[in-house]
């Protein structure tokens, strides 16, 4: 464990923003509620919809456990420091906290390269998509990547932890990320700066290079279609995926791959929450206003619980 005699940090979060932080208090509530909402519905749906019983809609429940992980891990703790001004936390919880959003992150870029997977094998291979894609198929994948998300999450935390912490201890962000930890040591940093760099690998780059391989595959599948709109449908199947994708490591890379040095602050906050706190949110929304198969089994659901409810009715009248 480590060597410190920092038992507390002090996070900053948002500050000189007294006029609005009722404001920004009441988004961040809203926005948690609505991304545990809409990622319970995806869960809820796909669970008692028949229809949706298939490989991309359980990869898809998977992905709604990680951002409901994820925002919770963050969003609470968010919405204090910002009511307070900035927030103690105790030196374990903020490790913690760092652990479970290393594991949240980790989880999601393999889920999405899962589930580029199979994208891939839906357009490119389709006579041979059920026969590959088994149930037994997608369980390991399942399995795989929660266990290689809190493997891999563990490393790194291991790392951390093997620091001194002898002085400083205020980090000026909303919660506990690895750059401002990593910069209140005393200690050198080199080993945990190579074991971020050697885990980026596995987390980032194969994954996103997994993602970008499939899509090629799929966009010269697409483009040998004959007509427009079995282009359109083709391409409609993965649009939601691709989407959700480019959202994620878009902000990802901006965050840990370009170059911290000459970024604002503010900037460096407001990237991190496009990523912690709006794709969590964004991520239901979008397979669910994309997506012809949610909307029907939506309809379908509703019908059979209205259907229910009246014909329950009917019998306590009679």
């Given at each position: 464990?480590?060597?410190?005699?920092?038992?507390?940090?002090?996070?900053?979060?948002?500050?000189?923003?007294?006029?609005?932080?009722?404001?920004?208090?009441?988004?961040?509530?809203?926005?948690?509620?609505?991304?545990?909402?809409?990622?319970?519905?995806?869960?809820?749906?796909?669970?008692?919809?028949?229809?949706?019983?298939?490989?991309?809609?359980?990869?898809?429940?998977?992905?709604?456990?990680?951002?409901?992980?994820?925002?919770?891990?963050?969003?609470?703790?968010?919405?204090?420091?910002?009511?307070?001004?900035?927030?103690?936390?105790?030196?374990?919880?903020?490790i913690?906290?760092?652990?479970?959003?290393?594991?949240?992150?980790?989880?999601?870029?393999?889920?999405?390269?899962?589930?580029?997977?199979?994208?891939y094998?839906?357009?490119?291979?389709?006579?041979?998509?059920?026969?590959?894609?088994?149930?037994?198929?997608?369980?390991?994948?399942?399995?795989?990547?929660?266990l290689?998300?809190?493997?891999?999450?563990?490393?790194?935390?291991?790392?951390?932890?093997?620091?001194?912490?002898?002085?400083?201890?205020?980090?000026?962000?909303f919660?506990?990320?690895?750059?401002?930890?990593?910069e209140?040591?005393?200690?050198d940093?080199?080993?945990?700066?190579?074991?971020?760099?050697?885990?980026?690998?596995?987390?980032?780059?194969?994954?996103?290079?997994?993602?970008?391989?499939?899509?090629?595959?799929?966009?010269?599948?697409?483009?040998?279609?004959?007509?427009?709109?079995g282009?359109?449908?083709?391409?409609?199947?993965?649009?939601?995926?691709?989407?959700?994708?480019?959202?994620?490591?878009?902000t990802?890379?901006?965050?840990?791959?370009?170059?911290?040095?000459?970024?604002?602050?503010?900037?460096?906050?407001?990237?991190?929450?496009?990523?912690?706190?709006?794709?969590?949110?964004?991520?239901?929304?979008?397979?669910?206003?994309?997506?012809?198969?949610?909307?029907?089994?939506?309809?379908?659901?509703?019908?059979?619980?209205?259907?229910?409810?009246?014909?329950?009715?009917?019998?306590?009248?009679?």
């Amino acid at each position: 464990m480590h060597k410190s005699n920092v038992s507390t940090i002090i996070l900053l979060g948002f500050q000189y923003m007294d006029n609005f932080k009722v404001l920004l208090c009441t988004l961040l509530v809203v926005i948690y509620c609505l991304t545990l909402g809409g990622n319970f519905f995806i869960i809820t749906l796909v669970f008692y919809s028949k229809n949706l019983q298939t490989p991309m809609y359980f990869f898809l429940t998977q992905l709604s456990i990680s951002d409901i992980m994820l925002t919770t891990d963050i969003v609470p703790n968010m919405i204090h420091v910002v009511l307070n001004d900035g927030a103690t936390i105790s030196f374990t919880d903020c490790i913690t906290q760092f652990y479970l959003f290393g594991s949240s992150e980790a989880s999601e870029c393999f889920l999405l390269t899962v589930m580029s997977y199979d994208r891939y094998l839906a357009i490119c291979k389709p006579l041979h998509y059920t026969y590959v894609m088994n149930n037994m198929l997608c369980l390991k994948l399942i399995i795989i990547s929660w266990l290689l998300s809190f493997s891999l999450s563990v490393i790194i935390t291991f790392a951390v932890c093997q620091l001194e912490f002898c002085g400083p201890n205020v980090i000026d962000h909303f919660f506990c990320d690895l750059h401002p930890i990593v910069e209140l040591s005393c200690s050198d940093i080199s080993i945990v700066q190579l074991v971020s760099t050697f885990l980026s690998i596995p987390l980032i780059i194969c994954p996103i290079s997994l993602v970008i391989v499939s899509y090629i595959y799929i966009v010269l599948i697409i483009l040998k279609v004959s007509t427009r709109t079995g282009r359109w449908r083709s391409f409609s199947t993965c649009s939601s995926h691709l989407t959700v994708v480019s959202i994620f490591y878009g902000t990802l890379i901006a965050t840990y791959v370009t170059p911290n040095k000459g970024r604002l602050l503010i900037t460096s906050k407001i990237l991190s929450m496009l990523y912690s706190v709006f794709t969590p949110l964004f991520n239901p929304f979008i397979y669910s206003l994309r997506n012809k198969d949610i909307k029907e089994a939506l309809l379908k659901v509703m019908y059979n619980y209205s259907g229910y409810y009246l014909m329950k009715s009917k019998m306590q009248i009679r």
